[in-house]
């Protein structure tokens, strides 16, 4: 999870740098390398070549993998498989410890914890004959978050500590009851990318510096918050995992814990999702009281709980995603210091309101500071691992037994009350988006009909092949929860207060988000259509299957979602081509469109750009269309990408634009979900570093740059000269906003994801202003939310978008422009009303009339300001194609763009809003200039 700032002391960097070097070369001050007895099982250190959680020394996956190795080879407690690879193509390891006895049965076990998983036909009584014979299968992990280095640290030794520990009743009875699914590291990729940069830097200056890079090829962090989504392929190998084995407990190990405690644990923050069976919150409470009773009884102080950080609302993160399915699903945050260095605290480093180290009901021992190392945390986590094994193994047939309940009442109350069902029609804007949505459901276990023959339903007439899922089935929670509107609750941080701001995002709609419409039936689904429903099972591909791309149509590449029987049954409607015409002509309300269009540059075809209509007399604009000439293939794209296509011809032609993707050394994930959704559909583009702009000449080399949702000080300073290696420090600077305005200026557009358009705004010195600016969170506060903008089709950077759109929005600007502006206004906010459709907003009156997102004309080139996230973590289909038409949009694309006089009118300013745009002009007139560091 998000590593919270720690104010340190710690020793002198040299002492530390002599130590660093001493133990990788000697292993001194690391715990010396343990000798392997032959015929015994292996220690840690006798492949590691030091003790695990040794100060200055990480294990790499690598080593990890080889000790895993040879202790399977060593121990029939402990079974090794090969489950997945990862994005570079590390192959990814899951290891099951046990007895023997119940290695020699695993089949027999998972078959039982599939059973009560899926409980349609099971009575009470078989349920409970099941659990007697059941073990409890118990998931945990570690390294997701590669930067925080203990837990992949910990599982080597907890693997170690179980197969050598039965002489501990505790841990016999482990072994006894107990399946542990153990994975080494969940992120292997992350796991060494970590180990080898800390490691190039212990004994130097930048021993701890930041990694200028994301611990997954696209998103780092991010790959804690894919848990529905499982756009990554780490996040599919860990979900198709978790539905073959259906484990009762999902345990997820993190750092840090909120300063000055030492870790957190549940019960979570409020607030807690509504659709989560209340057997699983009940579950998740007691462990973690169990944890920290254990931890307790061992004199590990600073344990916390609940508190205003982590709470469970967004279902999103790996472990929640999987509350939805009766998992009794949770994290940890264990702290944090920096990598192996170890850091040292006094009482003057604790916060003033924590100096007095009063006892607390969920902070009942505080922490009193000192030495705080990863063998610290290390053994934390091992107590807590342990604890949660230990409360598997007494609590084994009630966790077996409410997993069965669980599921059995969930299918009762979609039994007997709404939804009943969704209906997802194959009629829609984008018919690839809904398949999208539902093979992603799918492959998290959701089983999905389609209608054989037509059939009605309150009133309604639904064609045959229309998807329905019935709600009437064990993980319709998960479903709920995702189709939903969010309404956050309007909590604060004291009477009359700001927000208390929800730790991730406030709403998710997929629906919305995707563009995919469904129809929620709100009475029974009678018998007549029950007949007609076909459940969906098709030809499942092995996961390791050896294929480039099993489905064009979606996203994932390789297999994808193919191994799964369900999702690999959802197929579009078959592309088809219709009407006359020399070209083909496709609709970028179809984000195939941009595939198509990107294999026909790449094929040496011809793509036109065929120009919508403005709106007049309050009608809305019409979009543009694209049009594809001497391109051999198009019938197999079309049939491959699902594509509804129409010939036509005429239209301005268009070359394939040179695109330019800002990549910062201080990695960003937004940056790099750009980067994952631009690959997927065929752009082709470079990653600009910081050099690339400085060295100048950008309009020889681009015709479009874009900047992904980065915050100023990100893009103009990056990181602190002396915190990382000289190569990495810096930003742009005033010489790189130098060399962007005149690639601008010379005709090249500058394309602004979100905050990044501020910079663009005070850096080019735009005649545009960001009117919430200033607001106090008491008066506005708007934290990922999805919000109806109106947009207007006809210009070519909202081709294909509806007029009233759902996107995405966090931290996002408001626009207004000034004197001097010339340009556009692409979509707005309604005069009236509030535009929030789910999630939070507070002040919805300080958006009403304002822009959303401007074209912005600069010299001869244009700046695109996008006050909106339309990549967001790869969820927004709806929206992708604003990304796509900003990537085109060069010379002849704008020059394209019909008038649309009509469409926006700046409101009038109040008297509050002149108030303090002199304020913000007087703070700027006193800072330094050139936007420098």
């Known amino acids: 999870m998000t590593t919270r700032t720690m104010k340190t002391r710690t020793p002198t960097t040299r002492a530390l740098a002599v130590a660093g070097a001493l133990a990788l070369v000697t292993g001194v001050g690391a715990g010396r390398a343990e000798a392997q007895t032959p015929g015994s099982v292996p220690t840690p250190g006798s492949v590691l070549g030091h003790a695990v959680g040794a100060d200055f020394r990480l294990a790499t996956y690598e080593t990890s993998i080889e000790y895993f190795e040879r202790l399977a080879a060593a121990t029939d407690r402990l079974e090794l498989r090969e489950v997945g690879r990862s994005s570079f193509g590390r192959p990814v390891y899951l290891a099951l410890i046990s007895s023997a006895e119940n290695l020699a049965n695993l089949d027999r076990h998972r078959e039982i914890a599939q059973r009560l998983a899926h409980p349609r036909g099971l009575t009470d009584g078989e349920a409970q004959r099941l659990a007697a014979e059941g073990r409890a299968l118990v ?193 940890t945050e264990t702290a944090l210091y920096r990598y192996a260095t170890p850091g040292f605290y006094t009482i003057g480093d604790f916060p003033p309101s924590e100096r007095d180290l009063r006892p607390e009901s969920l902070y009942s021992s505080p922490w009193e500071g000192g030495w705080w190392r990863l063998r610290d945390a290390v053994d934390y986590m091992l107590t807590a691992s342990i604890s949660v094994l230990d409360v598997a193994a007494k609590y084994r047939t009630d966790l077996l037994y409410n997993r069965y309940q669980a599921g059995r009442d969930i299918i009762a109350q979609y039994e007997g009350g709404p939804p009943y069902a969704y209906f997802v029609p194959q009629d829609q804007r984008d018919p690839v988006a809904a398949v999208e949505l539902l093979r992603r459901l799918a492959f998290n276990g959701i089983e999905i009909d389609q209608l054989e023959r037509a059939a009605s339903h309150q009133g309604l007439d639904h064609p045959a092949g229309t998807w329905v899922i019935r709600m009437d089935q064990e993980f319709a929670h998960f479903v709920r929860q995702l189709f939903v509107i969010q309404d956050y609750p309007d909590l604060r941080e004291y009477p009359e207060g700001p927000p208390d701001q929800p730790y991730d995002v406030s709403g998710w709609t997929l629906p919305l988000q995707m563009g995919v419409r469904v129809i929620e039936a709100a009475a029974p689904l009678g018998p007549q259509l029950r007949e007609a429903l076909l459940p969906l099972s098709g030809e499942a591909l092995a996961w390791d299957a050896e294929v480039e791309d099993a489905s064009p149509f979606d996203s994932p590449i390789g297999v994808g979602f193919d191994s799964h029987r369900v999702a690999a049954a959802i197929l579009p409607p078959a592309g088809r081509i219709t009407g006359g015409g020399s070209a083909l002509v496709v609709d970028p309300a179809q984000n195939n469109a941009f595939k198509a269009i990107n294999r026909a540059w790449a094929a040496g075809a011809r793509v036109s750009y065929l120009p919508g209509a403005a709106g007049a007399d309050e009608e809305p604009g019409t979009g543009g269309r694209y049009a594809i000439s001497g391109f051999p293939s198009e019938a197999g794209v079309v049939r491959d990408l699902g594509l509804q296509a129409t010939r036509g011809g005429g239209g301005t032609s268009l070359r394939a634009p040179r695109i330019g993707l800002y990549r910062p050394w201080n990695a960003s994930m937004d940056e790099g979900w750009t980067r994952w959704v631009l690959e997927r559909y065929g752009f082709d583009f470079a990653s600009l570093r910081n050099a690339d702009v400085l060295a100048g000449d950008l309009s020889d080399r681009y015709d479009v740059i874009i900047v992904a949702d980065l915050s100023q000080g990100q893009i103009l300073n990056g990181f602190a000269k002396g915190s990382v290696p000289p190569r990495y420090a810096g930003g742009l600077g005033p010489g790189g906003v130098r060399e962007l305005d005149a690639f601008v200026r010379g005709g090249g557009t500058l394309v602004t994801l979100n905050r990044s358009a501020l910079f663009a705004i005070e850096e080019l010195h735009l005649p545009v202003r960001n009117v919430v600016a200033g607001l106090s969170r008491q008066d506005y506060f708007q934290s990922g939310s999805i919000l109806e903008m109106i947009v207007d089709p006809s210009h070519p950077v909202m081709s294909g978008m509806p007029e009233r759109a759902s996107v995405v929005a966090g931290q996002s600007p408001v626009f207004t422009t000034e004197e001097g502006f010339e340009g556009r206004v692409m979509a707005k906010y309604e005069v009236e009303g509030s535009p929030l459709l789910s999630g939070y907003l507070l002040g919805a009156e300080h958006l009403a009339g304002y822009a959303a997102a401007v074209d912005v004309a600069h010299g001869d080139g244009r700046v695109v300001l996008l006050g909106m996230r339309p990549q967001w973590r790869g969820q927004p289909f709806g929206n992708f194609r604003i990304l796509f038409n900003a990537a085109l949009y060069g010379r002849e694309l704008a020059a394209a763009a019909p008038e649309s006089a009509e469409f926006w009118t700046a409101p009038k300013e109040t008297e509050d809003e002149t108030e303090r745009e002199t304020e913000r002009e007087t703070e700027r007139e006193g800072e330094p200039g050139d936007g420098g560091p």
């Not at 930067?147 to 050598?164: G, R």
């Not at 198709?240 to 484990?247: I, L, N």
């Not at 590990?300 to 995603?321: I, K, S, V």
């Open 139 to 331: 998931w945990i992990d570690g390294g997701l978050h590669a930067s925080e280095v203990a837990h992949a640290q910990h599982t080597i030794q907890l693997a170690y500590d179980l197969v050598t520990g039965d002489a501990d009743p505790e841990i016999a009875a482990i072994l006894d009851d107990v399946i542990l699914l153990l994975w080494p590291s969940i992120n292997p990729d992350g796991q060494t990318m970590i180990a080898d940069w800390y490691h190039s830097n212990v004994g130097t200056p930048y021993e701890v510096a930041s990694a200028p890079f994301l611990y997954q090829k696209y998103i780092g962090h991010d790959n804690n918050r894919d848990g529905y989504m499982i756009n990554q392929i780490e996040s599919r190998y860990t979900t198709r995992v978790a539905r073959e084995w259906e484990p009762h407990i999902l345990y997820n190990h993190h750092q840090s814990s909120p300063f000055p405690t030492r870790i957190w644990i549940p019960p979570f923050a409020e607030p807690i999702s509504p659709h989560v069976h209340p057997l699983m919150w009940r579950m998740v409470n007691l462990i973690g009281m169990a944890m920290s009773q254990a931890l307790e009884e061992r004199g590990q102080r600073g344990a916390t709980h609940m508190g205003t950080g982590f709470d469970n609302w967004y279902p999103g993160f790996m472990d929640h995603a999987h509350n939805f399915h009766n998992v009794v699903s949770f994290l």
